[in-house]
């Protein structure tokens, strides 16, 4: 009896045997082709690709997706229409526009430098009568501001004296021996005649040096005609105009060239605004300007930058500009305040609304509508900033309908959501940003 049932197990146990590697065999014939599983070839040592290329027929053509991996999906957020409602979403779209940029800055009323003067005195003496005697004080062009006496001045006038008393002789003895009333013989005739001449010459010099020191013609002719000298020089004012400095006192003592009043000629002035560096490619000379000042809110004033300062301020990374302005009625005084508006046409550009923009700080990102409540996180490049827009230089095209409100509450959707805009700056103008390894995300 125990031989039949040893039987029995054996049979089992080949039984089992053979169904265990029958299934390795079966599990073997799935990883590899149909082919090889359809006809039982075996494959022994030869690769698994290999088996796979000789299986396959030699007329069809292989697909994509057997080849290389899907493409990456552009990452979007869906906000359904209720709640895009709900949080306040509008989108606009990026157009080409007529962008104008606006300019404000503050001015301050100048002296107009080309109008400034000064009242000095080519010789050394004393100041015995000053007609000036506060400082801010009017004065006309011509008007006297004071009498100096020199010595120096005295002994020259005195010398111009004689030489004119002494062509005066020699002017009649010339006279004399060309009428023949004296006794004198040819040469003594040329002897006068030279002198005379000599003595016209000396005496215009002795004028010249009169006037080099700033005495008039009608002094020189009353010193002449009189054959007295003047006492004192009148130094006159070389411009109507206020007072600035008065350093002239009466009866001080005065250096040849010293300083005696500073004279501003008020009815031109200048204001010197200040532009920031950023701000300066925009600005050039003969850009038109609309001035305010707050002591006359009613009244607007107009004129054109006539210089741009060559230099930028170190301590506030600013640079001067200048305007010529008129004023007849003196309402302008120097050191006011004024308010500087200058407004400049930048032409047809890209632009879109600048609340539409996130600035991270690395980048800059706008949310576009890609239909049934979908928004793209794209990468943009912005230019410059005008009343509100900005221009668009890479990153979006015309049409391009953008998030323009409730963009940040999207932002943080998109955050909790993971989901992300594509590192790297767009690769042209009017072109999304294409995807590039090792840039930063937000």
């Not at 600005?283 to 300007?289: D, E, L, R």
């Not at 800059?364 to 230089?393: C, H, Q, S, W």
Request: include cysteine; glycine fraction near 8%.
């Amino acid at each position: 009896m125990k031989r039949p049932v040893i039987i029995i197990i054996c049979f089992l146990l080949v039984a089992v045997g053979i169904g265990f590697l029958y299934s390795v065999r079966r599990s073997g014939n799935l990883s590899g082709s149909p082919a090889q599983a359809a006809t039982g070839q075996k494959t022994g040592n030869m690769p698994e690709m290999a088996g796979m290329a000789a299986a396959k027929p030699a007329n069809e053509p292989m697909k994509p997706a057997e080849t290389s991996e899907k493409q990456e999906e552009t990452p979007t957020i869906e906000i359904p229409l209720e709640k895009q409602q709900l949080i306040g979403v509008r989108t606009t779209a990026a157009s080409i526009r007529s962008l104008q940029k606006i300019i404000r800055t503050v001015g301050r009323v100048e002296y107009d430098e080309r109008k400034l003067a000064t009242a000095n005195t080519k010789v050394e003496g004393w100041i015995e009568k000053l007609y000036v005697n506060y400082t801010g004080e009017y004065v006309r062009k011509g008007d006297r501001l004071a009498e100096i006496y020199s010595p120096e001045l005295w002994a020259t006038q005195q010398e111009f004296i004689n030489l004119v008393r002494w062509a005066k002789k020699a002017s009649v003895k010339k006279d004399e021996s060309r009428n023949g009333t004296a006794s004198d013989t040819g040469d003594t005739r040329n002897l006068s005649a030279m002198l005379a001449r000599d003595a016209a010459s000396i005496v215009e010099a002795a004028r010249q040096r009169l006037k080099l020191w700033d005495i008039g013609d009608e002094q020189i002719k009353r010193i002449e005609e009189s054959e007295k000298p003047i006492r004192t020089l009148t130094v006159y004012s070389p411009v109507s105009g206020y007072v600035l400095q008065k350093y002239a006192v009466q009866g001080m003592k005065v250096m040849a060239g010293e300083r005696l009043l500073d004279v501003a000629d008020l009815s031109g002035l200048w204001i010197v605004a200040d532009i920031y560096e950023y701000e300066l490619p925009l600005i050039k000379s003969g850009q038109q300007a609309k001035i305010r000042l707050s002591s006359m809110p009613d009244r607007e004033l107009s004129s054109r930058i006539d210089f741009v300062s060559p230099t930028v301020s170190p301590e506030t990374r600013t640079a001067r500009v200048r305007f010529s302005i008129s004023n007849p009625g003196g309402q302008l005084k120097p050191q006011m305040f004024t308010d500087v508006e200058l407004k400049i046409d930048l032409g047809s550009r890209l632009a879109v609304p600048d609340d539409a923009v996130i600035d991270t700080g690395l980048r800059k990102i706008v949310y576009v509508g890609k239909g049934d409540g979908n928004f793209e996180p794209r990468v943009i490049v912005t230019g410059v900033r005008a009343e509100k827009l900005v221009e668009v230089l890479a990153g979006l095209k015309p049409g391009d309908k953008i998030a323009s409100s409730a963009n940040f509450l999207i932002d943080s959707e998109a955050k909790l959501k993971g989901v992300e805009a594509p590192g790297g700056a767009p690769a042209g103008k009017g072109e999304s940003a294409p995807t590039q390894a090792g840039h930063k995300h937000r």
